[in-house]
């Protein structure tokens, strides 16, 4: 429901993606956490994720990068303070509870800071080592911090449902933040595959991977 092209909140996206880069890019993080708590957004598509960006955008979002928010005279670029700024509107993302809302806002800074750089590693030397004789080894070397970290979250998870009291925006990120990982790499974690399958599960997290493939242009042929 939330896609209302008459909503007072705009979120960018891209128009075209490379196939593997579909239902990866950092605006469904937003568009999930819209639909938890059922606020109608406009999308703003941009054109391709590599094609250079225009000034204007690029006054918006220094990087030249997806989501940028707006609303009411607010822009926000990075999906972490996007989020902040929608939880502050509302309990079912952010605590009011100030020892609760410090988890949240500690667990979706960790997701950012100390888990997903330590992934995206991963992924950059996949993708620039393709068919370079380093890539084996870069990779060999980089790997071990990404399970040191995903060893740490999931002995910190335990068995709890959740990272926090309930779930709040410190999971939102992260479960899309765990989303990259490969199968192998999760397999010695139950607990974080189940907590992974727990979040992509909400039926929030379905409508905004849903809407997002929707906005592709190869899905979306009005947009093309
Ligand atoms: N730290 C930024 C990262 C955003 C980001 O990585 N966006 C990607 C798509 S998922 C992008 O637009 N990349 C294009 C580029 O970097 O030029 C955030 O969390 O908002």
Do not use: C
């Not at 938890?36 to 204007?56: N, S, V, W």
């Not at 988890?103 to 950059?124: D, F, G, R, Y």
């Not at 080592?129 to 790997?143: F, H, I, K, L, S």
């Amino acid at each position: 429901m939330p896609v209302d092209p008459n909503a007072p909140i705009e979120i960018t996206g891209y128009r075209r993606v490379p196939p593997f880069a579909e239902g990866r890019i950092k605006d469904l993080r937003v568009r999930w956490a819209l639909e938890e708590i059922d606020r109608p957004y406009r999308e703003r598509l941009i054109g391709g994720i590599f094609e250079d960006k225009p000034e204007a955008y690029l006054a918006d979002q220094p990087f030249g990068q997806v989501p940028v928010y707006k609303e009411n005279g607010v822009t926000l670029f990075e999906s972490g303070a996007i989020l902040l700024h929608i939880g502050e509107q509302d309990e079912r993302l952010l605590p009011s509870d100030p020892a609760q809302r410090g988890q949240a806002i500690s667990w979706m800074i960790a997701a950012l800071n100390s888990v997903e750089p330590m992934l995206q590693i991963l992924v950059i030397l996949n993708v620039t080592g393709a068919g370079q004789d380093w890539r084996e080894a870069a990779t060999d070397a980089a790997r071990p911090f990404a399970e040191k970290r995903l060893a740490q979250l999931a002995h910190a998870l335990g068995d709890r449902e959740w990272l926090g009291a309930g779930f709040t925006v410190g999971d939102l990120v992260m479960i899309d933040v765990l989303r990259a990982v490969p199968a192998p790499m999760l397999a010695p974690h139950p607990n974080l595959a189940a907590y992974v399958e727990r979040g992509t599960k909400r039926p929030a997290f379905e409508r905004a991977l849903t809407a997002q493939l929707a906005s592709y242009a190869n899905h979306a042929p009005q947009d093309a």
